[in-house]
């Protein structure tokens, strides 16, 4: 058998029955449960017991209040928290409130209880807009985990340091799922009360899906060879192990193999469209691109630049190929929708192209308006082709009614996006960037309009979990894929584009395709 079939054996016969075993057993009380559902997501196996972790929930959130009145550990209410709002229960932050004093501050009691504190730290990150506890939770949690490990408090193990080393860099939450699932496992194989089945199975399931990675990233690396865009188009980001890397955000799980696919495909050839009109094509250039994608007809291709033509061509045969394999499957019209993605991609790129030719800063306003539409919806639409195991129509309905959290999305996006590039765009004369346009409009230095951009990052991002948790038109797979699509933002632009300069990523990837985890 191949290693694949080895692997897959293994996690189907023998650790899949074991886990769910001990998951299901009735000696578990409820919130035992939730903290084994806990520790199967940070491990990375909790998509093997869908059905279970519902059934479990669904119970579970009919008496909430009764579990939490029967708990005042800061750690389990933490967990409970994450759990239920991450699988799409509302549960209220009014849960933190038996951990303030009369003074309506924390206590600082808590701070004694390191590993309560790193999941009260992880939980706070969930909060929406209305919820002040969340963020005052986060200032608390982050003030005494940073000093702690600043102190090297003899209490905390190494193993746990580091942890929270991590955790203080970049939370669960802002972090690509994959990431942290294996920075995870490493911490948790240092646990001395670890449970060796769990811990077994999740290595072993890192490994198979490491080898659907490695698979897939040479079908894709084919695939944009054959294309040959990196000498056709000289002045392009070659970056294909890079576009791969980001696509896992959206999902990791095996079965979604053909999706991650597609989505790469069309971010890589998302981002040949912004390096050609963002730093290459003349104006004239980038309207008749833009008009190509308008007409989306090859017909109109005569009268292109040569390699304008070849932008377009890339594009569109990209897409015709994805609806000719999707048809059968009953996916065309959610197809359509990305072509719908790529027209405004092309129109958003000739308005930021005239202002930057013609050196016109916007307004903030102004700015956001257009640069949203070159954000991170088509991401989430690309993600939707794929997902065969949710209705279409309703998926292309839901998108099409531009609801809030795509909105969202696109704006921390941009926001994160345009602080993190601003110094490479000003050298190159692209003065009509959010940044620059916030300063001169209200008058401000850099910093203050980096910190003000921020804060409206952070405001976007609650906005996304409160639509993520209130958002009834489409099932919650679809709405995960939308937070997912949050998830690298931090990763790839908190001080630096990390995409752009190669090498920055290059821990993250290596970890994920080249090193498996030992057993």
């Given at each position: 058998?191949?290693?694949?079939?080895?692997?897959?054996?293994?996690?189907?016969?023998?650790?899949?029955p074991?886990?769910?075993?001990?998951?299901?057993?009735?000696?578990?009380?409820?919130?035992?449960?939730?903290?084994?559902?806990?520790?199967?997501m940070n491990?990375?196996?909790?998509?093997?017991?869908?059905?279970?972790?519902?059934?479990?929930?669904?119970?579970?959130?009919?008496?909430?209040?009764?579990?939490?009145?029967?708990?005042?550990?800061l750690?389990t209410?933490?967990?409970?928290f994450?759990?239920?709002?991450?699988?799409?229960?509302?549960?209220?932050?009014?849960?933190?409130n038996?951990?303030?004093?009369?003074?309506?501050?924390?206590?600082?009691?808590?701070?004694?209880?390191?590993?309560?504190?790193?999941?009260?730290?992880?939980s706070a990150?969930l909060?929406?807009?209305?919820e002040?506890?969340?963020?005052?939770a986060?200032?608390?949690?982050?003030?005494?985990?940073?000093?702690?490990?600043c102190?090297?408090?003899?209490?905390?193990?190494?193993?746990?340091s580091?942890?929270?080393?991590?955790?203080?860099?970049?939370?669960?939450?802002h972090?690509?799922e994959?990431?942290?699932?294996?920075?995870y496992i490493?911490?948790?194989?240092?646990e001395e009360?670890?449970?060796?089945?769990?811990?077994?199975?999740?290595?072993?399931?890192?490994?198979?899906?490491?080898?659907?990675?490695?698979?897939?990233?040479?079908?894709?690396?084919?695939?944009?060879?054959?294309?040959d865009?990196?000498?056709?188009?000289?002045?392009?980001r070659?970056?294909i192990?890079?576009?791969?890397?980001a696509?896992?955000?959206?999902?990791?799980?095996?079965?979604?193999?053909?999706?991650?696919?597609?989505?790469?495909?069309?971010?890589?050839?998302?981002?040949?469209?912004n390096?050609?009109c963002d730093?290459?094509?003349?104006?004239?250039?980038?309207?008749?691109?833009?008009?190509?994608?308008?007409?989306?007809d090859?017909?109109?291709?005569?009268?292109?630049?040569?390699?304008?033509?070849i932008v377009?061509?890339?594009?569109?045969?990209?897409?015709?190929e994805?609806e000719?394999?999707?048809r059968?499957?009953?996916?065309?019209?959610?197809?359509?929708?990305?072509v719908?993605?790529?027209k405004?991609?092309?129109?958003?790129?000739?308005?930021?192209?005239?202002?930057?030719?013609?050196?016109?800063v916007?307004?903030?306003?102004?700015?956001?308006e257009?640069?949203?539409q070159?954000?991170?919806?088509?991401?989430?639409a690309?993600?939707?082709?794929?997902m065969?195991d949710c209705?279409?129509?309703?998926?292309?309905?839901?998108?099409?009614?531009?609801?809030?959290?795509?909105?969202?999305?696109?704006?921390?996006?941009?926001l994160?996006?345009?602080?993190?590039?601003h110094?490479?765009?000003?050298?190159?004369?692209?003065?009509?960037?959010g940044l620059?346009?916030?300063?001169?409009?209200?008058?401000?230095?850099?910093e203050?309009?980096?910190?003000?951009?921020n804060?409206?990052?952070i405001?976007?991002?609650?906005?996304?979990?409160?639509e993520?948790?209130?958002?009834?038109?489409?099932?919650?797979?679809?709405?995960?894929?939308?937070?997912?699509v949050s998830?690298?933002?931090?990763?790839?632009?908190?001080?630096i584009d990390?995409?752009?300069?190669?090498g920055?990523?290059?821990?993250?990837?290596?970890?994920?395709f080249?090193?498996?985890?030992?057993?």
């Amino acid at each position: 058998m191949t290693e694949f079939e080895n692997l897959s054996r293994e996690i189907e016969v023998k650790m899949k029955p074991e886990v769910r075993d001990v998951l299901m057993s009735s000696k578990n009380s409820d919130s035992e449960r939730i903290r084994l559902i806990h520790l199967l997501m940070n491990l990375g196996i909790a998509y093997h017991f869908e059905t279970e972790i519902d059934e479990i929930l669904n119970k579970a959130f009919e008496i909430v209040e009764d579990m939490i009145s029967q708990q005042d550990d800061l750690e389990t209410i933490s967990t409970m928290f994450e759990v239920f709002r991450l699988r799409g229960y509302y549960m209220s932050c009014d849960a933190f409130n038996r951990f303030k004093g009369e003074d309506g501050k924390f206590k600082e009691s808590l701070v004694k209880d390191t590993k309560g504190m790193l999941q009260l730290y992880q939980s706070a990150h969930l909060g929406t807009p209305s919820e002040d506890i969340m963020d005052e939770a986060l200032s608390f949690a982050q003030r005494h985990l940073e000093s702690l490990i600043c102190n090297q408090a003899a209490s905390v193990s190494p193993h746990l340091s580091t942890h929270i080393k991590y955790a203080l860099c970049r939370d669960r939450y802002h972090n690509i799922e994959i990431i942290a699932t294996r920075e995870y496992i490493s911490f948790y194989d240092h646990e001395e009360d670890h449970n060796e089945t769990f811990l077994k199975f999740a290595k072993l399931n890192f490994n198979y899906c490491q080898l659907h990675y490695i698979q897939e990233l040479k079908d894709l690396t084919k695939w944009w060879k054959d294309l040959d865009l990196a000498s056709k188009l000289p002045y392009i980001r070659d970056r294909i192990v890079e576009v791969f890397f980001a696509a896992l955000t959206m999902y990791f799980e095996p079965r979604y193999s053909l999706g991650r696919i597609i989505v790469a495909k069309l971010t890589a050839l998302g981002t040949v469209m912004n390096d050609t009109c963002d730093a290459y094509a003349t104006l004239p250039e980038v309207a008749s691109l833009d008009d190509a994608f308008q007409r989306w007809d090859l017909g109109y291709t005569d009268k292109l630049p040569s390699y304008i033509n070849i932008v377009f061509r890339s594009v569109f045969d990209t897409l015709e190929e994805i609806e000719q394999e999707m048809r059968p499957r009953g996916r065309s019209r959610i197809v359509q929708v990305s072509v719908g993605e790529m027209k405004k991609l092309a129109r958003a790129y000739l308005a930021i192209s005239r202002w930057s030719r013609t050196s016109h800063v916007p307004t903030f306003e102004e700015y956001m308006e257009i640069g949203m539409q070159t954000s991170m919806d088509h991401f989430a639409a690309y993600s939707f082709i794929a997902m065969e195991d949710c209705d279409e129509t309703q998926m292309c309905e839901w998108y099409n009614s531009k609801p809030k959290m795509m909105e969202a999305l696109n704006a921390v996006y941009r926001l994160k996006n345009d602080i993190s590039t601003h110094e490479q765009e000003m050298r190159r004369g692209e003065v009509a960037r959010g940044l620059n346009c916030y300063m001169k409009q209200h008058g401000v230095t850099i910093e203050e309009a980096a910190e003000e951009l921020n804060k409206l990052a952070i405001h976007y991002y609650k906005i996304i979990m409160e639509e993520f948790l209130t958002t009834t038109a489409v099932p919650r797979p679809v709405l995960v894929r939308c937070l997912n699509v949050s998830r690298p933002i931090d990763l790839f632009y908190k001080g630096i584009d990390r995409f752009t300069n190669p090498g920055e990523l290059k821990d993250a990837i290596t970890s994920l395709f080249i090193h498996p985890i030992p057993l």
